[in-house]
């Protein structure tokens, strides 16, 4: 099936520990993106890759890192310099970047707990 | 201060009743508005993509409405189901590149029997 994978669908952190999201998609999309949500606001954009070995910081972007070193993944980490990292993360992708009239895929998206 | 404000924030409906939620927004220069449904612990599900030109789209029941002068959209379902429950989402793009798309906090409906 054709689809984007996020996995863990739960993730618990412990304070100071870096945690990583896996985001992988068999689309062949070019562009994906990582989004935060939290109770009762809009998601935010944390960062967003257009092509293979290149990506750019977001809105929110302060305490989160990715890679992009494949088309099909983007992992996100959780660093522990983030200082409020419970919530709920979506992953999504893009035949070409979502500024263009093109449509948006999510995947099932990962909550993050720190206990 | 690019902004997208969604009405009702929820909104309870019967089973077979219609509803008409709505968003406005204050982005410029535009490019294109979506909405979308998110069922709970879910990922976004698109319903439909408008560019400045267009004023209404339709996906099955459910069809929206865009008034670039107002800026403003609606979404209006159709006969609901209580599988319409769910959260559904006004985004919208601006054009000109560097990528920036502003999410709206939602509408949460839910469809009773």
């Known amino acids: 099936d054709g689809g984007i994978t996020q996995s863990p669908k739960y993730l618990f952190r412990k304070e100071g520990q870096n945690v990583t999201l896996s985001c992988e998609q068999n689309l062949n999309h070019d562009a994906m993106y990582w989004y935060r949500q939290d109770p009762g606001q809009g998601l935010r954009l944390i960062y967003y890759?257009?092509?293979?070995?290149?990506?750019q910081k977001g809105d929110i972007a302060e305490g989160y890192s990715v890679s992009r070193e494949k088309k099909e993944s983007f992992p996100l980490t959780v660093t522990s310099a983030q200082k409020n990292p419970t919530a709920f993360y979506l992953c999504a992708s893009s035949i070409r970047p979502a500024d263009t009239n093109t449509e948006a895929f999510f995947g099932q998206g990962t909550r993050l707990t720190v206990v | 201060k690019n902004q997208v404000e969604q009405s009702p924030q929820s909104l309870i409906i019967l089973e077979g009743k219609n509803c008409t939620l709505q968003c406005n927004y204050t982005v410029s220069p535009f490019s294109n508005l979506r909405w979308y449904k998110q069922d709970t612990g879910r990922g976004p599900v698109s319903l439909t993509i408008?560019?400045?030109?267009?004023n209404t789209k339709s996906n099955g029941r459910y069809t929206a409405t865009l008034d670039a002068d107002t800026k403003q959209s609606s979404l209006h379902i159709t006969a609901s189901q209580l599988s319409d429950s769910a959260s559904y989402i006004c985004v919208v793009s601006l054009a000109g590149g560097g990528f920036k798309t502003i999410f709206g906090a939602g509408t949460r409906l839910f469809v009773k029997a």
């Open positions: 890759s257009q092509i293979v070995n290149d990506f």
């Open positions: 408008m560019t400045f030109s267009e």
